[in-house]
């Protein structure tokens, strides 16, 4: 049995992908590794998944400063496509803000997002 790795989560953040017609704003965004979670989510709500995308690890490389995050990061997809994700400042106001992510997000192992 595989297990999720929670590589990086974070609230606000932007998501830009070529298939967008607008980036995605104001969601929260979980990267995970391995297992059945894998990839790239996207919520708006909680426990509310509006986009999710596999990653593909080998092209991928997450950093691990969070002002770099804030900068935006390729994350390369499965797809061939890329999504940037730029971490907002962090809030804990409204229901997002003070969610800790979704609930196997939280029950999973967490390590560096460094690889």
């Known amino acids: 049995m595989d297990v999720t790795v929670t590589r990086y989560k974070t609230y606000p953040a ?3 992908h070529p298939s967008f ?3 995605l704003q104001r969601v929260f965004v979980v990267i995970a590794e391995g297992g059945e979670h894998s990839g ?3 919520y708006r709500r909680p426990d509310e998944r509006v986009w999710h995308a ?3 690890w080998l092209r991928t490389r ?4 969070e002002r770099d995050w804030r900068r935006g990061v390729d994350i390369h997809l499965a797809d061939g496509t890329v999504a940037v994700v730029t971490a907002g400042g962090g ?3 409204g229901p997002l803000g003070r969610w800790a992510g979704p609930a196997w997000a939280n029950l999973v192992q967490s390590r560096s997002v460094s690889s």
């Open 91 to 93: 809030c804990t106001c």
């Open 54 to 56: 596999p990653i593909n």
């Open 40 to 42: 790239l989510h996207a």
């Open 14 to 16: 932007a998501v830009v």
């Open 62 to 65: 997450l950093p691990e400063r």
């Open 21 to 23: 017609a607008k980036p």
